[in-house]
């Protein structure tokens, strides 16, 4: 059974740029057809859909955060990876990555989420 | 953007009692609805897929229901471990959207 695992800075200063690595474990990506996906939810909010990537390299993001969202895929380290340029407090949120089956993009898997910070 | 409302925002209620939490969607969805559970501190963990399928290990308390755009989900007997946020989520069309949660405290 797959596990995930978030990792990347905690805090992040006004401006830069927010990045975060999503470790699977317990199988290799390419085990599966599954959307790799980003999500995140501010202290005390609802979550938000941040956007996905599949093993092929293609993706889809919230338009929201199109402009400043990256997200990418290394198949040989058997991970995926968040980027968020330009952060700002609204930006602190505690981060999850998470995998859903292609085609139906419901979420059965969860990492324990990664809190991160934007203050100066 | 498919606004998904939960209803109520938070419910005390005893343990054994029935409870109800509904989600309405903002046009219609089809099935594509589907409902976490998430404890204090924790990751959101999947209960119902595509309106009323239960995953695999949840208690069968647990049901969904509808279609379109209003739906419901549905706690039997109720237990003090079920005191937590409960999401919906709409797969229908982009961007994925989430409600904004329903809190339950267990007295």
């Known amino acids: 059974q797959q596990q995930l695992q978030e990792s990347g800075s905690g805090l992040v200063r006004p401006s830069q740029t927010l990045s975060l690595t999503c470790t699977v474990s317990g199988g290799p990506l390419s085990s599966g057809d599954y959307a790799w996906s980003w999500l995140r939810q501010p202290p005390g909010k609802a979550l938000e859909w941040i956007g996905y990537?599949?093993?092929?390299?293609?993706?889809y993001k919230n338009p929201s955060l199109e402009s400043r969202v990256t997200i990418s895929i290394d198949r040989s380290k058997n991970e995926f990876s968040l980027s968020l340029t330009s952060v700002t407090a609204a930006d602190t949120a505690v981060y999850f990555c998470a995998r859903a089956p292609s085609g139906s993009v419901y979420y059965d898997t969860w990492g324990q989420g990664a809190l991160v910070t934007v203050s100066s | 953007e498919i606004v998904l409302t939960q209803s109520p925002d938070f419910q005390s209620v005893t343990p054994k009692e029935k409870v109800t939490i509904t989600c309405r969607a903002s046009q219609s969805i089809g099935t594509h609805l589907h409902w976490y559970q998430q404890k204090p501190n924790q990751s959101p963990e999947l209960l119902i897929k595509?309106?009323?399928e239960s995953m695999s290990g949840v208690p069968s308390r647990f049901s969904g229901s509808g279609s379109g755009t209003d739906f419901t989900l549905t706690i039997n007997s109720l237990e003090a471990e079920d005191a937590a946020a409960y999401y919906c989520?709409?797969?229908?069309?982009?961007?994925?959207?989430f409600g904004q949660g329903t809190r339950l405290e267990i007295k």
């Open positions: 990537i599949y093993l092929s390299g293609s993706y």
């Open positions: 989520h709409q797969s229908s069309s982009f961007p994925f959207t």
């Open positions: 595509y309106a009323s």
